[in-house]
């Protein structure tokens, strides 16, 4: 067997990474409210039940928390959960007037920094938009769109 250059350079190391636990390193974070920048968005298909949903990935602007990550999720495969949906992305500021624009639109969530609130109930903890705080750019004309005549 052929030795990788590299590895007599990481041996040095097996004794520590031996004593290194491997299990998640972050606790959840304590409930209460963040600012927080969206990092990402994504439609995509739920790893256990295969179900459609938003997935929002959060960043943590500042405190001891600061860049640590908070995502929520919104099932898009039940009309019951809409008006959450439809609640969350008016407080974050994109308002569609179909659902079928979601995918299409979701690069404008990108950088827009909110305040929310984590909240536990029983074993779950519960992410909640409260406002707005900044765009990264103004929102689109309701009339022209993005072909404004100036």
Avoid: C
Avoid at 117 to 142: F, R, S, W
Wanted: hydrophobic share 40%; no cysteine.
């Amino acid at each position: 067997m052929t030795l990788n250059p590299f590895t007599t350079e990481l041996a040095q190391f097996d004794d520590e990474w031996g004593e290194i636990s491997d299990s998640p390193a972050f606790e959840p974070l304590p409930d209460g409210r963040y600012q927080v920048r969206v990092a990402g968005t994504g439609i995509e298909r739920a790893k256990r039940s295969g179900r459609l949903q938003l997935k929002w990935e959060f960043a943590v602007l500042s405190g001891p928390f600061k860049n640590r990550r908070i995502w929520l999720y919104h099932g898009l495969d039940n009309a019951d959960a809409l008006p959450y949906l439809k609640r969350d992305l008016a407080a974050a500021g994109l308002r569609l007037a179909r659902l079928s624009e979601l995918a299409g639109r979701l690069h404008e969530l990108n950088g827009v920094i909110l305040e929310v609130t984590l909240k536990t109930k029983g074993e779950y903890q519960n992410v909640y938009i409260n406002k707005l705080i900044e765009a990264p750019y103004p929102p689109e004309d309701p009339v022209f769109g993005d072909d404004r005549p100036f």
